[in-house]
């Protein structure tokens, strides 16, 4: 049934279709993100993780399938917390590109990351936004 008739998502309606739903994964801001490196480590939203690595991007901060309960509570959901809890997070892990997605993390992103200047979003996709550190 699902094959031939979709379902809906949280996201969104899926169509039945053969390859990859631009709509739920980070396509062109991975194409942007391998064509402008930038040094540093990449954040990437829990749903991104799995497809980061079958596209060959590595290294990525989690992949979804979490065993650490402390490091989920405090790392993964802890981003969201706070500006100042971000900023210690990105400090710890040498974050200086995040790739968030459109349907779900985004907001509270941009609640931290809209009075801090130099977190820029260079690219987006149906599924996400790619934002990348360029300080002055």
């Known amino acids: 049934k ?9 996201s969104g309606p899926r169509h039945p279709r ?26 990437n939203a829990q749903d991104f993780g799995s497809y980061l690595i079958w596209v060959g991007y590595t290294p990525i901060f989690h992949h979804g399938f979490v065993t650490d309960m402390d490091f989920y509570e405090h790392d993964v ?8 809890r971000f900023l210690e997070l990105a400090k710890k892990y040498g974050w200086t590109k995040l790739l968030v997605d459109k349907h779900g993390s985004y907001p509270y992103f941009y609640k ?18 790619l934002i990348y550190y360029l300080p002055k």
Not at 18 to 43: A, C, E, M, T, W
Not at 77 to 84: E, M, P
């Open 2 to 10: 699902n094959f031939t008739m979709g379902y809906i998502g949280s």
């Open 18 to 43: 053969f390859g990859l739903d631009s709509n739920f994964f980070p396509v062109k801001s991975v194409r942007f993100l391998k064509d402008h490196p930038i040094p540093g480590q990449l954040y």
């Open 77 to 84: 959901i802890g981003v969201f917390r706070s500006q100042a």
């Open 112 to 129: 931290i990351l809209s009075p801090l200047p130099d977190w820029k979003i260079v690219a987006e996709d149906d599924a996400s936004y």
